[in-house]
């Protein structure tokens, strides 16, 4: 399997060990979005609140 970043940065020990765990690094930070959505719309309440702040 190759990774177009690997052609770029070359395969070390440190790109090799950020490949293997990038996929978890993608699951945070859509989780991070999700529960930061999340959090808005509970502290907005409604939808013309929201965009009230557009």
């Given at each position: 399997m190759g990774f177009p970043q690997a052609?770029?940065?070359g395969r070390?020990?440190?790109t090799q060990g950020w490949f293997e765990i990038r996929r978890y690094h993608g699951?945070?930070?859509f989780?991070?979005?999700a529960l930061h959505?999340?959090?808005y719309?509970?502290?907005m309440r409604t939808l013309s609140a929201m965009s009230d702040e557009l």
């Open positions: 052609d770029i940065l070390n020990r440190f699951i945070a930070a989780a991070y979005a959505l999340a959090f719309i509970i502290d």
